[in-house]
């Protein structure tokens, strides 16, 4: 089992940045490929990004590509998200899954662990 804890989430302004983090201190994270899930109020938990197990082939949905950034650091077991130019419509509850497989996926049922979430609500 691998639990996941994610943290960075909070209260900011529309065009403001925010790095989220994804931590599991039991765990080797270059065993995983790892991806990142949202869901906003109301809607289905969505794609946003993920990334290969060794920290490569970065994969991002529409909205994310060009402001979200994901990266991953398998000598400290951690994963980010910075995201930039953050918008009202971005406002969700952010998690961060883990697969035992080298390559990501944007299916969220392809992923074997996930976190608790984090909130991220963007002001207008």
């Known amino acids: 089992q691998v639990h996941l804890v994610e943290s960075g989430g909070g209260l900011v302004q529309a065009g403001d940045s925010v790095r989220l983090s994804c931590g599991a201190a039991?765990?080797?994270?270059?065993?995983?490929?790892m991806g990142w899930f949202r869901r906003a109020p109301g809607k289905e938990r969505e794609f946003v990004a993920a990334?290969?197990?060794?920290?490569?082939?970065?994969d991002y949905a529409e909205f994310a590509r060009g402001r979200f950034t994901i990266s991953k650091d398998n000598d400290e077991n951690i994963m980010f998200l910075q995201m930039k130019s953050l918008r009202p419509e971005d406002t969700a509850v952010y998690y961060c899954?883990?697969?035992?497989?080298?390559?990501?996926?944007?299916?969220?049922?392809?992923?074997?662990?996930w976190g608790q979430g984090t909130q991220v609500t963007v002001s207008s």
């Open positions: 039991e765990h080797t994270f270059s065993r995983y490929s």
């Open positions: 899954a883990a697969r035992e497989s080298f390559f990501e996926s944007r299916n969220q049922y392809d992923y074997n662990y």
């Open positions: 990334i290969s197990r060794s920290g490569t082939l970065p």
